[in-house]
């Protein structure tokens, strides 16, 4: 017998098997991890109905099955199946990632219901006082503020005092400057909002002021109760477009004259919504409107867009009360979500009742010719679009009427199968380009409403009108100025579609948006 050693191999085959199965199971639980990861997540954001639900349920199941069977039973397609749940895996993990994002995002767009303020602290222009440290001991004058911000400005200014400051109310401006040059108070606090009122009266008294410090303050806004269920009860939003794009550079807010800081509101839309009938109704009311601002102007009238200067609040309040409808909830955006929008849906079709050239002021280099009827526009023309009225007849109004119809074109366009692709870069192309005080939660409900039941919108456009004629400004003291004198008639029948669409009726005139 020789003496050299048998070696096992059924031994070492074992091992090999073995070890084979391990890697086979190592995948299959891998994938079925990431397949976990991803239905929860996928759950979690709250976005799909249970259909769908069950759908992505089924269909990760089915993707498991198939590479578990490639893998088990047969040897030669084990390699294809582990390839497979490898792919698998990875794109199960990027879609994860861009869920998560998508609920990151929304959250943040989502963040509204706030407002920021530029508050001052002033003396007269002799008073001993440098600094906010120096007017120690003074007697600080404020203004009862309707639209809130007085908390946070106390706490702004003791803060930066280190003390707390005794303090009388107001209920104008024109009474703190008075009682500033009359000796009643050493400082005022004031929202410089508000300035050309006070410089108003300052100017009658022949004094002037000098400002001790200035602080940007944030301010909770309060529009009632919001948490409704909006899919079944009607709704009305307050769409506002901000005059503004953000540097890529620097990250700055820089309006179309390319300064920095908080733009104006180019765009007054209201959407009255009702989720029942599926019916929209589109507001538009020129910027030049000659309305009182609530809690503001104490029934002077003044432009419409200068309501924007005491908060997007004091904007809503106004067209709450010219319209005799509760408006809760708002939703604005600036220039680069337009543009970024539009180009992610591949553009936008969008109808004109006119033949214009587009001026430098609205599209700068890219001036272009509108046909009347249907136009396809990508971004910076959808944005031009909206923004041109020099060389319109009827101006602001039928700019107005334009960006209705861009409006109706992007929810068109929203609605279409292309969505179910594009949701997510949509989404990311709001981002910080756009807020509203509709909650995470309301917004998601609205998409799985969308999605679950298909619904066929139906929409209408209506715009206030007017005259044009010259008139003081309670924002803009003795300067006679350019606005519009609503057509009072035009309203009440606005009033009266805002009530139908409010109470389950149906709106003659309307579009399909499908």
């Known amino acids: 017998m020789s003496g050299k050693r048998k070696r096992n191999y059924k031994g070492v085959k074992k091992r090999k098997t073995e070890r084979k199965k391990g890697q086979i199971h190592f995948w299959i639980f891998l994938q079925a991890l990431a397949s976990l990861i991803f239905f929860g997540v996928v759950i979690l954001l709250d976005m ?134 009359e000796g009643e108070v050493g400082a005022i606090v004031y929202n410089e909002a508000y300035l050309s009122q006070l410089e108003k009266v300052l100017n009658e008294y022949g004094e002037s002021i000098r400002v001790i410090y200035r602080e940007k303050i944030r301010v909770e806004m309060d529009f009632g109760e919001t948490d409704r269920n909006i899919t079944k009860e009607p709704f009305t939003v307050y769409l506002s477009g901000i005059d503004v794009y953000v540097d890529s550079d620097t990250g700055e807010a820089v309006n179309s004259s390319g300064e920095t800081g908080q733009g104006r509101s180019d765009v007054n839309i209201l959407a009255v919504v009702n989720p029942t009938t599926q019916q929209i109704l589109l507001i538009t009311t020129p910027r030049d409107y000659y309305v009182n601002i609530p809690g503001v102007s104490g029934g002077t009238p003044d432009k419409l867009t200068h309501a924007g200067l005491y908060g997007i609040d004091a904007s809503m309040a106004t067209l709450s009360e010219l319209y005799e409808t509760d408006i809760k909830y708002y939703a604005r955006m600036n220039f680069n979500a337009l543009i970024d929008i539009v180009d992610i849906l591949g553009g936008i079709d969008v109808y004109s009742n006119y033949e214009f050239t587009t001026s430098h002021e609205a599209s700068g280099d890219d001036i272009f010719t509108v046909t009347e009827g249907y136009n396809h526009l990508n971004g910076s023309r959808a944005l031009a679009f909206s923004r041109e009225r020099q060389n319109l007849a009827e101006g602001d109004i039928q700019r107005g009427r334009n960006q209705q119809a861009v409006i109706t074109a992007m929810i068109k366009k929203m609605l279409s ?61 003795d300067t006679l100025v350019n606005v519009i004198e609503p057509d009072y008639d035009v309203i009440d029948e606005i009033v009266a579609e805002v009530n139908i669409v409010e109470e389950g009726g149906v709106l003659e005139g309307s579009e399909s948006l499908q």
């Not at 003074?138 to 930066?160: D, H, I, P, Q, S």
């Open 417 to 477: 199968p292309t969505i179910l692709v594009k949701a997510n870069n949509v989404i990311e192309a709001i981002g910080d380009n756009a807020e509203t005080n509709l909650s995470k939660e309301q917004i998601n409900g609205l998409i799985k409403y969308q999605l679950g039941t298909n619904a066929n919108w139906s929409i209408k456009s209506v715009s206030a009108t007017g005259q044009p004629m010259d008139a003081y400004c309670y924002s803009l003291g």
């Open 48 to 181: 799909f109905p249970m259909k769908y639900l069950l759908m992505i349920a089924v269909v990760l199941l089915l993707l498991w099955s198939i590479t578990m069977n490639l893998q088990i039973a047969h040897r030669k397609t084990r390699g294809l199946g582990k390839i497979l749940s490898l792919l698998l895996i990875v794109v199960l993990a990027a879609g994860s990632y861009y869920v998560i994002r998508t609920n990151d995002m929304i959250h943040m767009i989502a963040n509204g219901g706030h407002k920021s303020q530029m508050i001052a602290v002033a003396v007269l222009k002799d008073d001993e006082a440098q600094t906010l440290q120096d007017a120690s001991g003074y007697l600080f004058g404020l203004r009862v503020e309707e639209n809130g911000g007085m908390e946070e400005t106390l706490l702004a200014v003791e803060k930066e005092m280190g003390a707390d400051i005794e303090t009388t109310v107001y209920d104008s401006v024109e009474e703190q400057a008075e009682a500033l040059c």
